[in-house]
């Protein structure tokens, strides 16, 4: 009974931005009976017709959406996160999400726009699918409001009351993530130069636990195809690493990233198994 009443709590749910993200979530919200706003005048052709198909309510502008909506998530390009905010912080009635992919410093500054102060630092871990199973990071003082979507199918944590820890907590475990990835490369290619791969991925099973071989292959192949992608998220990973620390590692991983795009150039997408990328590699030497 009481999960019944809380689900209609929320009521309107308005998107700043309508590409792959707020289309994601609106059309889960709609299909459990919400109502999703947003404004798509002077959109590009894709986004007005996400909209349009989705059957999503049109306003005037993102200041009507941001009157309207009990919940309003800018899902724009990361770019122009802070501009938005700007635009709408007066208009705000219920709860600002920024869910960009924007540093801490970033988040903090568009959300600082938002004058009557219920606002969300939101970071989507991974790449937004139709089941929306992704875990959504969320801090700031309304977070927990924000977190009520989850009775909607959403995967939402709250970590903290602190606006910029949600986007701080997704850039450490991108340098994280990105620094493992770096260093299998750089080993296994030398393993692989030496024909020492196969003895090496199973000596370190035995440390690293069962499944390790297909983890570490996956990254490997993984990275070959995103390098370029990988390589400007460091970018933003090392400046934010400065904020706090002289950064060694996560140059080391640029490095690593930027040897991978020039040896591959746009062949990464092609190799079926790292054996064929680290020949392509040697024989480009
Ligand atoms: N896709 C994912 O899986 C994923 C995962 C993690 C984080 N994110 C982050 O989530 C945000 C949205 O991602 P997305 O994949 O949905 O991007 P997207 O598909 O490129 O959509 C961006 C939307 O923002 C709109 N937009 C751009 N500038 C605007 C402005 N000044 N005012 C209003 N709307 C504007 C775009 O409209 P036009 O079409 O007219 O340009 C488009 O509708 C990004 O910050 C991204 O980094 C995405």
């Given at each position: 009974m009481e999960g019944s009443s809380r689900r209609f709590d929320i009521i309107k749910v308005g998107f700043i931005g309508f590409g792959e993200v707020a289309s994601t979530m609106a059309s889960k919200l709609l299909a459990m009976g919400i109502e999703v706003l947003t404004a798509t005048k002077g959109r590009s052709e894709r986004t007005r017709t996400l909209a349009h198909d989705l059957g999503v309510s049109e306003c005037d502008d993102i200041r009507e959406v941001s009157r309207k909506s009990d919940i309003v998530i800018s899902a724009v390009t990361p770019g122009v996160a802070v501009k938005v905010a700007k635009k709408v912080g007066d208009h705000v009635k219920g709860v600002y999400v920024?869910?960009?992919?924007?540093a801490p410093s970033t988040v903090k500054e568009a959300l600082s726009h938002i004058s009557n102060g219920r606002v969300v630092d939101a970071a989507i871990m991974g790449r937004i699918t139709k089941d929306l199973r992704v875990k959504i990071l969320a801090s700031g003082d309304s977070a927990h409001e924000f977190a009520r979507l989850s009775d909607y199918g959403f995967n939402i944590e709250v970590r903290s009351g602190r606006v910029g820890d949600a986007s701080a907590l997704k850039m450490l475990r991108s340098s994280y993530t990105k620094g493992v990835s770096a260093l299998l490369w750089e080993t296994l290619l030398a393993a692989y130069n030496m024909g020492l791969d196969e003895d090496l991925l199973e000596i370190l099973e035995e440390t690293e636990g069962e499944g390790f071989r297909e983890r570490a292959i996956s990254r490997v192949m993984s990275l070959a195809f995103h390098s370029k992608r990988r390589y400007e998220e460091m970018k933003d990973v090392k400046s934010f690493l400065s904020e706090n620390i002289t950064p060694i590692m996560s140059k080391c991983t640029s490095k690593i990233f930027k040897e991978i795009i020039m040896r591959l150039d746009d062949l990464g997408r092609s190799f079926e198994d790292y054996s064929m990328i680290f020949d392509h590699i040697k024989r480009s030497l």
């Open positions: 920024d869910i960009n992919n924007v």
